[in-house]
């Protein structure tokens, strides 16, 4: 990474705010030889045999992921193929506040601000990543060295709207884990047998769906922040608001659950992790979510919606 001078700097600014933002970000996080190494150098671990020698080399392997919380948990599956390859630990580190860059035109707002990842959402995540057979350490650290840096996604070459974002660190690292196949095992919380349950952020909302059939059934649960729960009670009065301690919480309830309903947020990306049977509420604008294995459904238009939802809830 070549650092800018000051009268590239102002017009960087003044020219690309979004461009001007990722660069002071660069600054902050990286020193420039591992910019190079990890991000666009020739040292980059870009492949099963480089990986792996690597890592028999060194006895274990380190990560880096800043986010967002749900592109974290579709990494997990490149991470757990990864560590059955090798055979040696592997540590995920994770970098705080890195700047969110909203697509243009986007006004939807973010639970976090302006950041991917703050030391609060990190607290609620390692609980959760911490507990997988496949994860050594798992923590908030911006001085590890770094051998996969899994944020060589954001680097521009990966279209971040459409797809499946599941694949973006399969992308970068060469690796094809098997999506069909459950990544998250966690002890299910099986008080929550007879439940739906709601999760519904709000980016990524399909207009022209409408919640309220839903007050015909009982025993909703929603999950998600308290805004998002105002929300929803306009449409399904009963329903009950259900504020976890952390996300491995969340994740039993999940587990546990008779159908789960979500749109393209955080805890569809651990229903889906989970292979619970699951419905997919798909924006027309950004569709980079896919089910994938046994009880995966998504669904465009109303009548679809409402149709399996009368099927999986039986």
């Known amino acids: 990474m070549k650092k800018k001078g000051l009268l590239n ?20 996080n990286y020193k420039d030889v591992e910019f190079k190494r990890f991000i666009t150098g020739n040292q980059r671990l870009s492949n099963f045999p480089q990986i792996k020698a690597h890592a028999l080399a060194n006895g274990k392997l380190n990560l880096n992921h800043s986010g967002n919380a749900g592109d974290i948990i579709y990494a997990l599956p ?12 592997v540590n995920l580190y994770f970098t705080l506040n890195r700047p969110m860059i909203f697509a243009e035109g986007v006004t939807h707002s973010h639970a976090l601000g302006g950041v991917m990842l703050n030391q609060k959402m990190i607290d609620m995540l390692v609980p959760l990543i911490k507990s997988q057979p496949y994860i050594n350490e798992c923590e908030a650290s911006s001085d590890k060295p770094i051998d996969i840096d899994l944020d060589y996604f954001r ?18 690292t060469g690796v094809n884990p098997p999506l069909w196949k459950k990544w998250l095992t966690v002890e299910p919380d099986h008080t929550y047998k007879d439940t739906i349950i709601l999760a519904r952020s709000e980016r990524y909302r399909n207009i022209m769906i409408d919640h ?11 999950i998600g922040v308290e805004s998002e729960y105002n929300d929803i009670i306009k449409t399904i009065p009963n329903i009950k608001w259900v504020k976890v301690d952390d996300f491995l919480q969340m994740a039993k309830m999940i587990a546990g659950c008779k159908l789960f309903i979500g749109n393209q947020s ?49």
């Open 155 to 172: 680097s521009g070459f990966v279209p971040q709207d459409k797809g499946n974002i599941a694949h973006w660190c399969a992308y970068v």
């Open 212 to 222: 309220q059939f839903l007050n015909k059934y009982d025993n909703l649960i929603f």
């Open 266 to 314: 955080f805890p569809y990306s651990i229903a889906e992790a989970l292979k619970v049977p699951r419905v997919l509420e798909v924006s027309f604008d950004v569709i980079n979510v896919v089910p994938e294995g046994e009880g995966g459904y998504d669904f465009f238009f109303q009548d679809h919606f409402e149709t399996l939802v009368q099927k999986l809830a039986q």
């Open 78 to 89: 490149t991470i757990r193929e990864i560590h059955e390859f090798t055979g040696v630990p």
């Open 9 to 28: 700097k102002l017009w960087l600014k003044h020219t690309d705010k979004k461009g001007y933002k990722e660069y002071k970000w660069q600054l902050v």
